[in-house]
């Protein structure tokens, strides 16, 4: 039974594959590889973020052009952020879960409490969690302190995230998943979990 539901951010509940494929454009501008379309994006994207790089780049990144290229990235990020909203029935599917929910985010926790706030939904969330350290590595540790923190047996949480990453996280902690397609992973890569696949956060509710 499903007591609580832990909601992931980029991707799912907030809409921004436009802003994070364009923010990865503007970083390898100087490496002169063609744009990315979302497609070819969503091909090369895995966690941890700088394994995606070096996908693109076709090497392995050399000393510190990682911690470049990551600095470099958020910097557009946010800017082209700002044109995102929420996915297509966010809302919605908040106000219809009664029980408590959460958000566990790998994104930077200064930025996202705030841009979180912006869309008037924080209420729905009994805790929101965003990165305090560094960006770009795995979910499964940041799952842990999360659930630690809000004091919920995992075998009671369901997750809903938009990646393969969000659902090692959950099995790692002992949670159930549903993964959603309208984030940064294809559908094949997502459906290769062998994890429940939805097209709508609606349907994701379906899992409760």
């Known amino acids: 039974m499903t007591k609580h539901i832990i909601w992931d951010w980029n991707g799912t509940l907030f809409h921004d594959i436009d802003a994070v494929v364009g923010a990865t454009n503007e970083i390898f501008k100087a490496y002169e590889l063609p744009e990315l379309t979302a497609d070819q994006f969503r091909a090369a994207y895995t966690r941890p973020i700088w394994v995606a790089y070096e996908r693109l780049l076709g090497r392995p990144l050399t000393e510190g052009e990682w911690e470049r290229l990551d600095v470099g990235f958020h910097e557009h990020y946010y800017r082209l952020s700002d044109a995102c909203g929420l996915a297509d029935g966010a809302e919605l599917a908040l106000t219809a879960w009664t029980g408590r929910q959460s958000l566990c985010s790998m994104a930077p926790h200064a930025h996202l409490v705030p841009k ?93």
């Open 116 to 208: 979180v706030d912006s869309f008037g939904i924080t209420r729905h969330f009994t805790r929101i969690d965003g990165l305090l350290g560094s960006t770009g590595g795995e979910k499964a540790v940041h799952m842990i302190e999360h659930i630690e923190a809000i004091g919920v047996d995992a075998a009671e949480i369901l997750v809903i995230g938009d990646s393969v990453d969000d659902g090692l996280a959950a099995r790692h902690v002992g949670a159930r998943a549903v993964l959603y397609t309208g984030g940064m992973t294809t559908r094949a890569e997502l459906e290769g979990t062998g994890l429940p696949v939805v097209d709508t956060l609606a349907d994701a509710l379906g899992y409760v």
